[in-house]
Structures are given as C-alpha cells and as structure tokens.
C-alpha cells in the first residue's frame, strides 16, 4: 500500500475506535457575534432622516441630514449579500442573497429573526405592501409572505417565472391596481396579478431589454433596463402597460428610484432625469460615484443615496432645480479583510485597497481608530511588533507587492522592501522582533528580512532558493506561515507544508516537508503536532500530522488523524479558502462559507468537536485574543465572535522554545 494510503487508513481508524473524549469547549454557554465593522453596501432605501442600507452582514441605519452617525440594527443570519431593504414603520425586510427574506427591528421590541425558503434561495428584490412582503426570487419568481406578525412571516402565494426569464431581479407593486410588477431579466417587465395574495396570477409581459429593477411612481412603472437604460410605462390598467419611454445611459443601469418628479438611475455613474412631463424624459445630468453605482434611493428628488459595492454608501444631491446630481460625500466602510493580528487593545486589519487600519478591541465593538491608505496597492498581510506594524501588499494591476514597515507611533512609512521597484506578492508576513518572515507568491516561496533594530535600513537576509525550487510559477504560492521556535512552518498551494529551520538566517535549510495531499495553505503547530488544513477534496479537513520527539521534526512527519469539521450552513460547501489558528489547548478554524469551528486538542491526535459559528459571508482569515476571536470577511469587513470566558486554554506556549526539543510534549 502506498503510504499515503496506509496513513489515511490507519488515521480513519484511529478516528472510529478511539474513546471519546469530552471536548473542552463545550461548557459555559454559546458564543455570540459581539461587534462587526465594515463591509461591501448592494442595498439602500431612506426613510425620513435615516438611511438605511446593507453593509456586509448587518443593517445599518446612516444620518441622511449629517455625517456621519451609523446604527447597526441587526447582524443577519442566513448566508450572502444584502440585495434589498424595505423599511416599514420599526421593521426592515430585507432580501438576503442565500438567506431568503430576513426581519430586522428597528426598535427595540425584537431582534434579527429570519425565513429561508426552502433552505435558503436566491432572495434578490422585494417590496412591502398592506401585511403582505413581495420577494423576487433569482432562480424561481415571485413568492408572497403574509407579514402581519413581522417575527413569524408565513408563506402564502408564489409564480414561477414566464417563460423567456433568464432571471427575476427585483418587484414593485402597484396597490391602487393590485398588481406587482417584477423585473424579470431577458423577459423584461412581468405583471402579476395579486388581487388575491394567496392566489397570484402570473400575466404579461413588457420586452423594455434586461430588467434588473422596477418602481411604481404617480401612475407609471420605471425599469432600469441594463444597456437600455430607464424605461418609463404607464399604468393603463389592472397589470397593463402603455407605450415605454426611454433614457440611455452609458452603462448597464441596475436600479432606479423616483421623488420630486426626478427619477434617480444607478447605472456605474449617477443619472438624474426630469419626469415632471411624460412621455418626455429630460436629462438633467450624471457624475461619477466612487466605487460605481449598483443601487440608489432618495427620498426628495433632491438627496441620492447610492450603494457602491466595495465603497459603502456614496452621497450626491441636486443643487439646483435644474441641475444633475454632484457628488458629495461617503460613508466608505472597507470591504473585505484578508489578515488580522490583534495585540493589545488593538487590531490591526489588511483590507485590501483600503490599506491598513488600525482597530479598537473594546467592549463595545470595533471602531477604526487610524488609517494608511492602500492607494496603490493591495494590503494582503500584517505583523507587528513593538515599534512597527509590517503590511504585505499586493500591487495592483500586476504580479507583485511590496512589504512596507509602518512606524507604530505615527503610522507613517518608515521604509519599504524594496526600496526601489516590487517584490513578489506578499500572502503572509511573521515577525519576532528580529527578523521579519515573509510568505510569498511566485518564485519567492519564504523569505527573511531584517526588523525592527535595523529599521530603517530594510534588507534582504536570505530564502530558500538553494533547495526549494519554486521555479514552475503560481503553482508554488506560499500561502500562510506559522513561527515556532527557530522553525518557520510554510502552507501552500501545490507543495504541501514547508518546514524551515531558520537557525541560521541567512541560509535557511530545509527541515521536512509533508507533500502527500498537496493543497495545505493554512497550518498551526502544537508542540510535536502539526495541524495542516486541506482543501483538495470534496470533504475538507484538518490533518494532524506527529513530527516526533527528536530534537528535530521528522523527515516526513507521520500522518496520524484526521479531523472533519461538522458542515456548516446547507448553502454552503466550505470550500476552498479559510484559515488555522491554535489558542492554547483550542485550535481554531475557518472554512470559507462554513464560518468557524473550534476544536478541543487536550488529546492531541483526537481532535473534539467544540463551538460552531456559522458565517454570513465567506470567512477569509482570523485573529484570536483571550476569548475573542477577530474574523475577516470577504465582502463582508470585520466581525468579533465572543466566546465564554474563559474558553481558550493556557496550552503549549509557554517556556523556551528555541530549540524543538523543549517543544516535545
């Protein structure tokens, strides 16, 4: 039997007939979401004085008048984006991407409370009328909620799409005519019947191009019809529709909202067009939105509130009666975090072209305390010791980064490597107040450089081009690094773990290596034991792998065990990105949309099942201190998930480690 084989089996085995062990984390009651902080914005409506708007995970209520008040109402359950909001009285519906029609209260009487059809569908637009919630589901139609009790929506009436649907985006309903119009994709407008919720009639069809968004205004039907731009029908009767009018935008328009006679159109730039005298639609100009327009609302004719995707909610407004739309300001959240380190009372967080920012850990909640702007590149990877935070970046529009040492006090640039031209594109950084460790993409697998005594001259120590040949390109990405003692543990995409004995800096050498399952980008070491998460299979899992009791880590390390994680939310696959870290006795795991897992290692080779927190969005990479652990998001910012205290264990981290013996349990 290859070996392989034979430690798989021989870990299967162990797995089925080793006694069970309580795990550790089981007492003390269930974590919960403490705090959450930044995230992409799809979804905007305005009531009064108050925006309100999806970023990332939550519904957050933004001043309309002033800058810059947020109130985050509500952390959503379910999976996926925020696509759509509708605000009645104390309550927000909202459309929720995987988790179908969510509930938020706006007071203080109810919390988050959610329905996922039939496990959880596309939930794309929807609308609000009398008790009822009209939901356009992508894959599916139209499907009614009665919603008298806003905590218990029961399903009352559904129709499928018409035929010529590619996809159902979004519905509006006319009341006055009993009739919900639905932005049906390829089909255009589709008008349903809702004279009777409970039985809705599917009916025609109005070809205006793709439609992505409809709104009914003073007698008529307004459609953001991709590249055809705004279309305008009038409302002739019970779900019929007169002549369209049309207004072409330079790019595909993705959603409309009406006041004041003025129709805003979210199409990339903002349009605002004067509707006082249809058929007649009159321009009255555009500018450009940071970020891109995929969403509007106002609520004046005057005041626009546009979702922006990965830059949050953009303002513009009309200065004049006359005049088009002129940007005004932001409420720009960061979008999506691919590292985190927490040290002290701060985190400091790698949101991409957002840069670095430095986050507070208090109480109550996260809050950006200062910033160093990405500007030209992507921040990837941080690091900090006690004078400097380290940012590995990657550059944007080409194959390569920079690694730049910020000085902590003033978080401004001290010096970067190199100082002249690019590096490859930095994936994780490590440091120990020596030396600074780098893992990178292309022919740069694991790199040394100097730290904080010899900033600000930075420079190149020395890399394992010697023996490890990376030379084949992207296949050899080193994804993640873990330090311990004098060894550096290095996670890839196509080599398995790395293990580098760095003793001497200089000139570090190869260790051992395990390659039989080949995609291990995340890795946590435990004394003698190396957890090493794969996801070059269907069923994803955590290897443990024995490394020995010798002063040094066998040459391969042996296979033992092999942990799989309970599977997370029934939409989500798990599959492929996350990451690993160990606390004390604890390690931790994320796992793409499964959101983390946190397993009990009081027996090192049996891993126990502990807490679960699913994720509302893919979880990229995670940070723990005491009993918080810190979890970026991809399109979803930051969120903190408090444990009870105390969860994580005084494990294997105390004492000299700097030779591995001293590591051996």
């Not at 480690?657 to 001293?662: A, Q």
Request: aromatic share 10%.
């Amino acid at each position: 039997m290859h070996p392989a084989i034979l430690r798989q089996a021989v870990a299967a085995f162990i797995l089925i007939v080793s006694p069970a062990v309580t795990p550790i984390l089981a007492a003390g009651g269930d974590p919960y979401i403490r705090g959450h902080l930044g995230g992409t914005s799809l979804a905007v409506t305005v009531e009064g004085s108050t925006v309100y708007a999806g970023i990332g995970p939550t519904v957050t209520g933004l001043n309309a008048v002033d800058q810059p008040g947020r109130i985050s109402f509500g952390m959503l359950g379910g999976e996926g984006m925020i696509n759509d909001i509708e605000v009645v009285g104390q309550t927000a519906f909202v459309a929720q991407k995987l988790g179908g029609l969510r509930v938020v209260g706006l007071g203080t009487s109810y919390g988050e409370s959610g329905f996922s059809i039939e496990g959880g569908e596309k939930a794309e637009g929807l609308d609000a009328a009398g008790d009822h919630v009209y939901l356009a589901i992508q894959d599916y139609g139209l499907r009614i909620f009665q919603a008298a009790v806003p905590t218990v929506p029961g399903l009352v009436g559904s129709a499928p799409k018409p035929g010529g649907a590619t996809w159902v985006w979004d519905v509006a309903v006319d009341e006055v005519n009993e009739c919900a119009y639905v932005a049906a994709g390829g089909a255009g407008i589709w008008g349903v019947d809702v004279s009777d919720p409970t039985a809705p009639v599917s009916g025609a069809t109005w070809d205006t191009g793709n439609v992505y968004a409809v709104e009914v205004y003073d007698g008529s039907v307004y459609a953001a019809s991709g590249v055809g731009g705004l279309a305008v029908l009038p409302i002739t009767g019970s779900c019929t529709l007169g002549t369209p009018s049309f207004y072409s935008t330079a790019y595909e328009a993705r959603d409309v909202s009406v006041a004041a006679d003025v129709a805003f159109v979210a199409a990339g730039d903002l349009y605002a067009v004067d509707v006082s005298s249809l058929p007649t639609l009159t321009d009255l100009g555009s500018c450009e939105i940071p970020g891109g327009a995929v969403g509007v609302a106002t609520a004046d004719g005057t005041r626009a509130f546009v979702a922006a995707g990965a830059r949050g909610v953009q303002v513009a407004r009309r200065l004049s009666p006359s005049a088009g739309p002129t940007w005004v300001g932001d409420y720009d959240p960061f979008s999506s975090v691919y590292d985190v380190v927490v040290d002290g009372n701060y985190a400091y967080v790698a949101a991409g072209d957002h840069g670095l920012l430095e986050v507070s850990t208090g109480l109550s909640g996260p809050g950006i305390i200062r910033s160093f702007d990405g500007g030209e590149f992507d921040a990837h990877a941080v690091a900090v010791d006690s004078s400097h935070i380290y940012v590995g970046t990657h550059h944007e529009g080409s194959f390569d980064g920079n690694i730049i040492a910020l000085d902590r006090a003033t978080f401004l640039e001290d010096v970067r490597y190199p100082t002249a031209g690019f590096f490859a594109p930095v994936n994780d950084i490590e440091t120990d107040g020596g030396y600074v460790y780098v893992a990178a993409s292309n022919f740069d697998g694991f790199t040394v450089l100097t730290a904080a005594d010899a900033i600000p001259s930075f420079d190149f120590v020395g890399d394992c081009s010697a023996w490890w040949n990376v030379s084949g390109g992207p296949q050899d990405f080193s994804l993640s690094l873990a330090i311990e003692g004098s060894y550096a543990f290095v996670g890839t995409d196509l080599s398995g773990v790395q293990i580098v004995d760095f003793q001497n800096p200089a000139a570090p050498t190869r260790a051992s290596s395990f390659e039989a399952v080949t995609k291990l980008p995340d890795v946590a070491p435990h004394g003698r034991y190396l957890y090493a998460r794969d996801n070059s299979v269907s069923s994803l899992r955590i290897l443990v792998l024995d490394m020995g009791d010798g002063a040094v880590p066998a040459d391969p390390p042996t296979w033992v065990n092999t942990y799989l994680p309970s599977p997370g939310q029934a939409n989500a696959s798990g599959c492929c990105r996350g990451d690993l870290e160990r606390q004390g006795d604890t390690l931790i795991s994320l796992w793409d949309t499964w959101g983390l897992r946190t397993t009990g290692l009081g027996v090192p080779t049996e891993p126990q099942e502990g807490f679960a927190v699913d994720s509302p969005m893919p979880a990229l990479c995670q940070a723990a201190a005491g009993s918080s652990v810190y979890v970026g998001l991809d399109s979803g910012g930051l969120i903190v998930v408090q444990f009870p205290d105390p969860v994580f264990s005084d494990g294997f981290e105390t004492g000299d480690l700097s030779e591995w013996s001293r590591s051996v349990q």
